[in-house]
Structure formats: C-alpha cells, structure tokens
C-alpha cells in the first residue's frame, strides 16, 4: 500500500485522531450513544479507520495513481477541480 498523492502520513495520523477525540467529545455528551456494538464486536472508531484506509491508500503496485479528490469525483461521476493524472 501507498499514501495517495497529496495525502501524507500526518495527515492519516491527524484525522484518525480527530476522529477519536470527536468520538470521545461524542461519548462525554451523550452516554446513550453506541460508540461500541459489542455484539457486533465492530466501533465507529474502527469504522472511521477503514474509511481512512479505503480513502487514504492505495496498492503498491499499478494503483489508479489519483489523487483523492479525483478518485472521488470519478466516482460520484463528477470531474473535480483537482490536479489531473497524466496518462502514462
């Protein structure tokens, strides 16, 4: 795996944890909330870090190579604003 382009490891790291203190701000505001499914044995935080992955990397090897927001414009079927890949 590999960062996509304009994504760095600080950023991975910033995001992962915003989202873990949004999610503890989250709890502390209300306890009612299910930030943990115990029966389920899934948590939001582990959903939002296989968001991050999914959005974040890539494959090694002969990955897409577009940045994220392109990746995302292409799949909304939207052309974004963002730096094109050039074809090789």
């Known amino acids: 795996m590999r960062l996509?382009?304009?994504?760095?490891l600080d950023d991975c790291v910033n995001l992962l944890a915003a989202a873990a203190d949004g999610l503890a701000m989250r709890a502390l505001a209300d306890p009612a909330v299910r930030i943990v499914d115990h029966a389920r044995r899934r948590s939001l935080l582990g959903t939002a870090v296989l968001v991050l992955i999914a959005g974040c990397l890539e494959h090694a090897g002969p990955g897409d190579g577009?940045?994220?927001?392109?990746?995302?414009?292409d799949m909304i079927g939207r052309p974004?604003?963002?730096?094109?890949r050039k074809p090789a």
């Open 4 to 8: 996509r382009p304009g994504v760095t």
């Open 66 to 73: 577009l940045p994220l927001e392109q990746m995302v414009g």
């Open 80 to 84: 974004s604003a963002g730096p094109v």
